[in-house]
């Protein structure tokens, strides 16, 4: 009777085979931070040569460079050169560093309805956010932000023809603080792509785009609980994709008990209210990134139609009371890990 | 006044069912190294049944054992008799599956190992859910798993063994 | 004809579940694998030698603007104070599984943990 002894092989094979799979795991992945002008970059890259790793860190570092001192909104360089020709009004030929940052900016402003308006630079620097310190507040007064307001500085207000440009409006300032990290983030996976780099994840604290996979599985990205620790959430990126947030804790002052942050509603001149963060997934890193600014401005009643024109698929908005808004596509796409499952409200599809 | 008819089906039924309550009622008495891990010596009969008479009885004696059972330790509609409620289900259920399987032809011990380990995964799985939805909870279903299957194992070799002897 | 006391499906089927265990254990055994073992501290863009997660200590470390302390606990570790206005990095509370960050940027001190199996590749917030 051989028949136990055949089984008791296939059933060895199989033991072997499963344990197998385990032992033969490769960690081919690469990890690395890289800090460098007050943001810290978290790489992964997957299968890359030590070359390749050596070049992406160069590349990243370049990039954030150019990012800190090209567009830097207060601090003197071709950004603060350019905003002060744009305040005279006449022709004047754009530093090249930052015309394909306002070419990209004025379409993504129009497609935003204006929510996302990186002219209300002036009104961005009196409530005190140009500086490396937080103000302190008080507030600034109600007067003059309500004149600035009633100037309505706006993209369309600066006009270009070829490498000149000029703006009709005295009161355009022009901030990149909701667009410049996402441009940064493009122009970062652009070159590694460029290097031979398929599978990688650039992320920008906590804004970041991803290409390809991980090996044999998508990428997983923790959202992190912003209001206290652990993960909030999991969700898989594949192929190439940008998750962006903008949420109303990365800069923030306390006055009098009430809290003031940065993101700016063009139309009031007052802090954005009702939504605690915005994170929107897209192909394009800049897009996405002007996106979680513009829905943030939107609020969580008005979010959805701005993210139509936007053309945003996933979308998720977090309100002032904790409750969860997502479009249908997102919510399939976000996995809780949390025990208690926070209050969900689903809006029409996008 | 109406005289209920019976058959020997239902008698026989009504025979396996006492005997499979028998055992169920004397194995509750005996302690338990760790909660939900028990022998199941009440699973023998129902595979016997199985064996023997086919999928209709065994449903029966099951339900009954489990109904009845618990009516006569006093747990009936508790939450120990929802664990045993659906663990027999979902032991039945996969009887149901293996039996109907076309072409296929399980002995003893192959039924009760399915049958314990439906019976421990459908119970493991309204434990669960039902009532102590917590992560840690999960490190006990391989544990669990391998008792089943070790119970199973050992009960339908007994079981097989006692059908040869039947002529 | 006698019945085999153990049929050619009988054994498929012990086979099976036999394999099915240890399949079981690596599942639900494995939650734990994500648990990092080693904290790596970078202090204004240098890397220190990395710190095991398994010895309770407190660190003290001088960064840009001030000194920040860490405090690693049972295979965690935070920030307990840190010098800066945010405090974004206190607020991150404990880290525990390979692959969580956190940062105190002002300070310019960032650390992140590493050892075990990743469940996420990167963190947003």
């Known amino acids: 009777m051989n028949l136990p002894g055949r089984h008791l092989l296939l059933l060895t094979l199989g033991l072997l085979l499963l344990t197998g799979c385990g032992a033969a795991r490769q960690t081919r992945i690469h990890h690395s931070q890289l800090l460098s002008f007050g943001t810290l970059v978290d790489i992964s890259l997957w299968d890359a040569s030590p070359e390749q790793i050596e070049n992406a860190e160069r590349i990243i570092h370049d990039e954030l460079h150019a990012m800190h001192h090209d567009w830097h909104a207060w601090q003197p360089g071709p950004l603060t050169e350019t905003n002060q020709q744009l305040r005279g009004g006449e022709w004047f030929v754009c530093p090249p560093a930052i015309l394909p940052l306002i070419v990209q900016a004025k379409q993504l402003y129009q497609r935003s309805g204006g929510l996302f308006n990186p002219a209300i630079g002036q009104l961005v620097a009196l409530w005190g956010f140009h500086s490396d310190t937080l103000p302190k507040g008080p507030p600034p007064p109600k007067e003059a932000i309500a004149s600035l307001v009633a100037r309505k500085p706006g993209m369309d207000a600066i006009v270009i023809d070829g490498q000149r440009i000029r703006s009709t409006n005295p009161a355009v300032q022009l901030d990149f603080g909701a667009f410049a990290k996402g441009y940064a983030v493009d122009r970062i996976i652009e070159k590694l792509i460029a290097n031979g780099i398929g599978n990688a994840i650039i992320n920008a604290g906590g804004d970041l785009r991803a290409i390809g996979r991980h090996g044999d599985r998508p990428w997983r990205i923790g959202i992190r609980n912003p209001r206290g620790p652990g993960v909030l959430a999991g969700i898989e990126l594949s192929g190439d994709e940008s998750v962006f947030t903008s949420g109303d804790y990365e800069r923030f002052f306390r006055y009098r008990g009430k809290r003031y942050h940065h993101i700016i509603d063009p139309r009031t001149g007052y802090p954005a209210r009702g939504v605690t963060s915005v994170t929107v997934i897209h192909d394009n890193a800049a897009t996405a990134d002007a996106a979680a600014t513009a829905l943030f401005v939107a609020g969580p009643e008005e979010w959805h139609p701005i993210a139509r024109r936007m053309g945003i698929k996933y979308v998720m908005v977090v309100d002032d009371k904790g409750r969860i808004h997502m479009n249908p596509a997102m919510a399939r796409r976000i996995q809780f890990e949390s025990e208690q499952k926070p209050e969900v409200v689903l809006s029409k599809p996008l | ?167 | 004809m006698k019945p085999a006391l153990v049929t050619r499906a009988d054994w498929l089927v012990i086979v099976a579940s036999l394999a099915l265990l240890p399949w079981l254990y690596a599942t639900f055994w494995s939650s734990d694998d994500t648990a990092a073992d080693k904290v790596h501290i970078i202090v204004d863009g240098k890397e220190l030698p990395p710190i095991s997660l398994h010895q309770d200590r407190k660190l003290t470390i001088r960064g840009s603007i001030g000194t920040s302390t860490l405090q690693i606990e049972q295979g965690r570790i935070r920030f307990v104070h840190s010098p800066c206005q945010g405090q974004q990095c206190v607020h991150s509370g404990w880290l525990s599984h390979n692959g969580e960050f956190a940062a105190c940027l002002p300070n310019r001190i960032a650390l992140q943990l590493s050892g075990g199996a990743a469940r996420f590749d990167t963190f947003i917030y």
């Open chain 2, 1 to 167: 006044m109406n005289t209920l008819t019976t058959t020997a089906e239902d008698h026989r039924i009504a025979w396996l069912a006492a005997l499979a309550i028998t055992i169920h009622i004397a194995e509750s008495a005996l302690p338990s190294p760790l909660p939900g891990i028990k022998p199941g010596l009440a699973n023998m009969v129902t595979i016997a049944t199985l064996c023997i008479y086919g999928l209709r009885t065994t449903a029966w004696v099951m339900l009954l054992r489990v109904v009845a059972g618990s009516l006569l330790l006093g747990t009936f509609l508790s939450p120990t008799f929802t664990l045993s409620f659906s663990g027999a289900l979902a032991s039945l259920l996969v009887l149901t599956v293996a039996h109907l399987l076309p072409a296929i032809r399980f002995g003893a011990v192959g039924y009760s190992l399915l049958a314990a380990m439906g019976h421990m995964s459908g119970q493991f799985a309204v434990a669960y859910w039902l009532f102590i939805p917590h992560p840690a909870l999960l490190h006990l279903f391989p544990i669990l798993m391998t008792a089943a299957v070790l119970f199973g194992l050992v009960s339908g070799i007994i079981v097989a063994t006692m059908l040869k002897r039947i002529p």
